[in-house]
């Protein structure tokens, strides 16, 4: 066998790795510096700046975050199962036009949305929803299509025939629901929950235009701290930052196995 | 006769301007085993779909044990049916996806655990309950399915090609297996293949089916050695087809006049001049001396001879050019050699007409 171009994939997947784990690990290492500059390598040792990242001015939109992304996730869910069902399952007049309509955020660049959802609340005269109210539509219209997606893989993945079989076996349509249908797509409800949940608290497109100052999510606290230079607290506060999502995708790949789901776009059947 | 256990009356299934099942009639005696056999598009399985409920008919009726069922939901027909795919529910285990169809029938939890028990030793799984589908194999699997339909106690099983995704030593051994536990247990089923194989080994009658209407009923010898049809003939094992004409009647038998050679044959209700099909099955053709003084006679050439093992298929060319096969057993007491000119013949009873022309 030909080794040339093993060895150049091989270098390839190296260098990728390299540009992935390399920033996350130099990040790290800085939130461990003893001055007060963010020299790699560290220069000196201290806890000093994790401490800081926990302090009120961040901990509150971290929570914000947190609380945002979860709530996202639960609406982006309960609206995204029937809609994956209904364009599963059901041919409808306009389908094709909804559809793309809910899986558009997925190709418009969320900066754009991000305007035009601000123009469209001042326009229809609920400006004063900005805040809260409109960074939750905000970030349920730009995480729906994961959610949907994700659930709309699994539904098709699921064999046809033991729906059937269940309702053979006497099951009515709500049985049939209950007892097949959701636990079988379940690991995808979860997927694309989790999916909801990351994208929303990794957002900064949306957030910047419709925050208002004291409910701003960490992302966009992070970026204003920014024009102050990139202090130590911020490599630590990135890190919590990653930490969360991938504390959440571990527990739930543990628990509801939803590997699959985020590694391939085939769920099992 | 008792009610019947199936009656399909007129049945008609379209979609769009397709008529996929097109006014078929069907009765399943109690007990008896009815097999759906056709190519793939003859409606086999859309009728099957429309027995269990998963589909509505456009037209006609569907009798289960005399009950008019064809606007009953599927849940409602009490019928066990075994999928292509087999259909396990992947997050249960074996136990309690034979269960299943007792829960949804609220049967007491200690009836369940007994009858679930004995639905799996029927089909040899004892110990294999708290397994999960995905854990078993193909046959296994199988089973499994044939156990849940059958533990409901479904006044009808269905079986849609329920062999196809088996090896072939398996698929022989499920075969017979699943023939003896019906019989066994004496339910009336419908089985759908396009295997002829499963279908003339299993059934006590087969329905042949193409384009939506089934094209002949009877049982497996009927449907092999007096086929209706040049399709039911051509679809069923192999056979020489000769189109043939109506020459002149005498008494039971006809005399033939076909391309290859004079022919004689037993047919009844058919006049002079019309135009008819002779068929003979490969292993009723003999070569060589010996034939009787009534047989028919022609004269073929050995164009190849292809080795099987214990038989020899023997292909000719016939007087025409048209090509013929005749299949002998390897007994050692023939030889043939490409080339060779030969006496081809065969007796009249093993021959059969069909009244269509080619």
Known sequence: MNKGPWTLLKVTVAVIYLFILGPILITAA????????????????????????????????????????????????????????????YDFPGKTIVRTITLGPLILPTLVTGIALLQFLTVIGLGRWLGYW???????????????????ISLQAMPGSVEQAAANLGAGPLSVLRYVTFPIIMP?????????????????????????PGQRPVTVAIMSFLDFGFAPTLAALSILSLLIPLVLIAVLGRFVGIGNFLYQEQGRG | MAEPALKLDKL?????????????????????????????????????????GFLAPDGGHIQLGGRMVENLPPFQRDLGMVFQDYALFPHMTVADNVAFGLKMRKVAKGEISARVAEALALVKLDGFGARRPNQLSGGQRQRVALARALVIRPTMLLLDEPLSNLDLKLREEMRTEISSLQRRLGIATVFVTHDQGEALTMSDRIAVMRDGMIEQIGAPAEIYERPATRFVAGFIGSINMVPAKVDA????????????????????????????????RPERLKLGPGAPADAVAWQARVERVVYTGARLEVQLALADGSSAMAEAT???????????????WFRPEDAWVIRESA
């Open chain 1, 30 to 89: 800085v939130a461990f510096n003893g001055t007060n500059r963010s020299f790699f390598p560290p220069r000196g040792f201290s806890l000093r700046w994790w401490g800081e990242a926990f302090a009120p001015q961040w901990v509150q939109p971290l929570m914000f975050s947190l609380e945002l992304a979860a709530l996202t996730a639960v609406i982006a869910t309960a609206i995204g199962v029937p809609l994956a069902f209904a364009f599963q399952r």
């Open chain 1, 134 to 152: 409109a960074l939750l539509i905000g970030h349920v219209i730009i995480c729906l299509p994961f959610s949907v997606r994700t659930i709309a």
């Open chain 1, 188 to 212: 995808g409800i979860f997927a694309g929950m989790a999916f909801a949940f990351i994208h929303s608290f990794t957002d900064i497109n949306m957030s910047l235009f419709i925050a208002k």
């Open chain 2, 12 to 52: 008609v299934k379209r979609f769009g301007t397709h008529a996929a099942v097109d006014g078929i009639d069907l009765a399943v005696a109690p007990g008896e085993f009815v097999t759906l056999l056709g190519p793939s598009g003859c409606g086999k399985t859309t009728t099957l779909n429309l027995i269990a």
């Open chain 2, 249 to 280: 009647i005498e008494g039971g038998a006809v005399r033939l006049a076909t391309p290859a050679g004079p022919a004689r044959a037993r047919i009844d209700g058919v006049s002079a001049g019309a135009g008819v099909t002779l068929t003979v």
């Open chain 2, 330 to 344: 390897n007994d050692g007491s023939t030889r043939f050699t490409a080339g060779q000119t030969t006496t081809l």
